[in-house]
């Protein structure tokens, strides 16, 4: 049975981890939590809020997804969208699902990541 999503595991490219950093701790608002020693050799870098987290792999010929994203839930959206666009970030709103405020971002390696609160 399962009981929870552990982590989401993302792709990026060599050398990106500075620029991931700064996207997912200062805009996103997250903490950077250490890769285990064995793991931390490959690079990239692994962020958590609450109990959601995000690990960033480094892969060699690295290509975002256009389509797979995580669906991340967030409280004040409004708020939240303003956050991003003053980091310079991309947001693009989208009101297709019902009961549901969602945008679209992007982080600086070009993974989508999608942003919705429930209600209205």
């Known amino acids: 049975m399962l009981t ?3 982590h989401v595991q993302l792709a990026a490219p060599p ?20 890769k285990p020693p ?7 870098c692994w962020f958590q809020a609450g109990s959601v987290q995000l690990h960033l792999g480094i892969e060699e010929s690295f290509r975002p997804s256009r389509k797979a994203h995580p669906g991340l ?22 009101h297709d699902l019902p009961g549901h405020r969602r945008f679209h971002s ?10 919705l609160e429930p209600g209205r």
Not at 16 to 30: F, H, K, Q, V
């Open 4 to 6: 929870a999503v552990d």
């Open 15 to 34: 050398g990106s981890e500075d620029a991931l950093r700064a996207y997912y701790t200062e805009a996103l608002g997250m903490t950077e939590i250490p």
């Open 38 to 44: 064995a793991l931390a050799v490959n690079g990239g």
């Open 73 to 94: 839930r967030v409280r004040g959206i409004e708020a939240y969208a303003d956050r991003l666009a003053a980091h310079g970030a991309k947001v693009v709103w989208n």
């Open 106 to 115: 992007e982080d600086p390696a070009g993974n989508v990541l999608e942003f």
